[in-house]
Every structure is written in structure tokens, then in C-alpha cells.
């Protein structure tokens, strides 16, 4: 396991620069990771980061289906919030693990 | 010395028959590289067209006849001879949706919609629908185009691109 300093912190990220740790993620932190993914974070993209790390903590399967019918977002808007590839940049920033979902 | 990585850019994924497994194979194939942010072009023809036809798409059936894979619940062979009877591909096929519901695979043409969604192009073929009398209006909505099959290679060119056949 690696290390990285996000804003200030000193992280437990894996080879890809996931977070190890879901408990050491804080908004700084998303906030500094999406900048590195060029995403200016706004209050809709951390309502969607609130509800994936909310569903994986419950050990809820994350699709990106289930994105889109959170309520927050359809799956378009969601791909708009974080381009090229959603789920997996959303999880990052999130500071979760990568979801192991096909869907 | 270094491995270099090519990532892909770009896939074209052709789908010649309507079994749920088979156009299931293309939907997951399709959604799962436009979630990785690849370029991706899904072209239907043949049988595959059902996928993408209205009336068809939502209501696909896995055949329940020479398949050697296919196996009871729990494990125990079964007979091609079964798969004859009235009733049974329906029921094989509710049982094969049901499985993919609780692992959140949509309806076919919900799934589209989420491809289309992330930016993928859906395409059908034009020899296949003269041959089963189909016109654009009978397809989906989001269908982009109806395409010759010298149409279709135009957009499959550039570096790291495949062209897959389920």
C-alpha cells in the first residue's frame, strides 16, 4: 500500500489512487482529487459523492443505474458531472473503492 | 524496457442474434465501455434486430433448444426434449430476467437508454431490415441510423479501435 498528501493529509491510496480508508475522506480532500481529475466540485457532485459512499457503506451494489434513479441525477447529467468515465472518477473522488460492478 | 499500454479508443460491437444472452452480451459489453469513457457504436443486425425493434425488444426469449449449457435449478441437466413443451421457454426466459434484475441489468430498452445516455450510437443494419421487412419507424427511438455494411466499417477506423462480434 501507498501514501499520497492530499490537501494537508497524509493518504492510504492503492496503485490506481484510490483512498484505502473511506474514514479519511473529507470535502478538502474531494475537492483536491477532482481538481486532479479536472472537475470543479459543485453542491450536485457532492450530493451524488454523499450518496455512492453512503450506498457502498451499506454494502448496496453501485451501478450506475442506481445513480440514475438516486433521485439526484439522471444517468445523462451524470456522465456530464463527471466525464469519460463516471463511476470510476465519482468512486475516486468519493475516496471509496473502485466498484466491482459491470453495470 | 517498459510495456507499452494502448488503451482503447474506440469499439464497434455487432449483434447478429436476439436471445436475451446474446443481445444481453452486447448491452453489457456496450454500457461497460461507455462507462469507461470509450467511443462505442453498437450495430444490430439479422436476429439482433429484435433487440432494437419495438415491438420484440422488452419481451427477447433465451432458447431453450440445443443448448447443452442450459441445466435445472440446481445443477441437474436438461433434456432438449423438455425444451419443446409449451410454456417452457417463456418460463426459462422469466427465470433468466428475474437473475438479471437482482444484479440491477435493466430492461432492453431501458439499458439502451443508458448507453445513448453516456454517449454511445446505436445502429441498425439496412440489408437485415429489407430482408425482414423492418422500417426506421418500427425501431427504437434512439436508433441513430440505418447502415450498409460499408456505412459501418467507415466508423470502425482509427488506432485503437476493435471491432467485436458477440
Same mark, same amino acid.
Given at each position: 500500500m501507498s501514501q499520497k498528501v492530499i490537501a494537508g493529509i497524509t493518504l492510504d491510496v492503492n496503485e490506481e489512487g484510490y483512498l484505502t480508508n473511506p474514514a479519511q475522506w473529507t470535502r478538502e480532500i474531494a475537492k483536491e482529487i477532482a481538481r486532479e481529475e479536472g472537475i470543479d466540485l459543485t453542491d450536485k457532485h457532492f450530493l451524488v459523492l454523499d450518496f455512492i459512499r453512503d450506498r457502498q457503506q451499506k454494502g448496496e451494489m453501485l451501478t450506475i443505474r442506481s445513480v440514475g434513479n438516486s433521485g439526484i441525477t439522471d444517468i445523462k447529467g451524470f456522465y456530464q458531472l463527471f466525464p469519460g468515465a463516471p463511476m470510476k472518477k465519482a468512486a475516486k473522488i468519493a475516496g471509496i473503492t473502485k466498484p466491482a460492478s459491470c453495470v | 524496457m517498459q510495456k507499452e499500454e494502448h488503451p482503447l479508443k474506440k469499439v464497434c460491437i455487432i449483434c447478429a442474434k436476439g436471445t436475451i444472452e446474446d443481445v444481453y452480451a452486447t448491452l453489457v459489453l456496450g454500457n461497460g465501455a461507455v462507462m469507461e469513457g470509450i467511443e462505442t457504436k453498437l450495430f444490430f443486425t439479422f436476429f439482433g434486430l429484435d433487440a432494437i425493434t419495438k415491438?420484440?425488444?422488452?419481451?427477447?426469449? %433465451? $432458447? %431453450? =433448444?440445443g443448448n447443452p449449457a442450459m441445466r435445472m435449478p440446481g445443477g441437474l441437466p436438461f433434456p %432438449? #426434449?423438455? !425444451?419443446?413443451? &409449451? !410454456? +417452457?421457454?417463456? $418460463? =426459462? @426466459?422469466?427465470?433468466?430476467?428475474?437473475?438479471? +434484475?437482482?444484479?440491477? #441489468? &435493466? &430492461? +432492453? @430498452?431501458?439499458? *439502451?437508454?443508458? #448507453?445513448?445516455? !453516456? !454517449? $454511445?450510437? #446505436?445502429?441498425?443494419?439496412? *440489408?437485415a431490415m429489407d430482408m425482414f421487412k423492418l422500417k426506421k419507424e418500427d425501431l427504437w427511438h434512439g436508433v441513430k441510423d440505418v447502415l450498409t455494411v460499408g456505412q459501418f466499417y467507415e466508423m470502425c477506423g482509427g488506432l485503437q479501435t476493435q471491432i467485436i462480434f458477440t
Open positions: - | 415491438k420484440q425488444m422488452n419481451s427477447l426469449k %433465451t $432458447g %431453450t =433448444v %432438449t #426434449i423438455l !425444451g419443446i413443451l &409449451p !410454456g +417452457v421457454e417463456a $418460463g =426459462v @426466459s422469466a427465470m433468466m430476467k428475474s437473475q438479471m +434484475v437482482k444484479l440491477d #441489468i &435493466p &430492461p +432492453v @430498452s431501458e439499458f *439502451l437508454e443508458m #448507453i445513448e445516455a !453516456g !454517449g $454511445g450510437e #446505436i445502429y441498425a443494419c439496412k *440489408l
